[in-house]
């Protein structure tokens, strides 16, 4: 005679996100760029949105913004000038359930 049992897995309240979890390396641009302070302020924006991490897509062009994927804890990548935007709207369209945000520069929008 065989027993058998279920388990039930209940779901973890989740931590609310914090700058500290979300941040993957030290920024390495120029002193004074302004890539700083956009970056401090997706930081802000990510802990207000309280998404969750394994969620976030960060994508961005070349440049100094191609950076930014490296600071953030998440999924990432950068491409040559203009490629990051077609790539962006191909996960959206595939992923409706990832958070995907581009960084790019002057070369990246013409």
């Not at 897995?9 to 979300?22: V, W, Y």
């Not at 924006?45 to 998440?74: M, Q, W």
């Amino acid at each position: 005679m065989s027993t058998e049992s279920t388990t039930t897995i209940t779901e973890q309240p989740r931590e609310k996100l914090s700058k500290k979890a979300i941040t993957a390396d030290h920024p390495t641009w120029c002193p004074g760029c302004g890539d700083f302070a956009v970056l401090a302020s997706f930081y802000k924006v990510l802990e207000k949105r309280n998404l969750d991490h394994e969620k976030i897509v960060t994508l961005a062009g070349i440049g100094c913004s191609s950076r930014f994927p490296y600071f953030v804890n998440g999924h990432g990548a950068h491409f040559i000038h203009g490629r990051a935007v077609p790539l962006a709207s191909g996960i959206s369209l595939a992923r409706p359930d990832l958070h995907v945000f581009l960084f790019g520069g002057d070369g990246d929008g013409f």
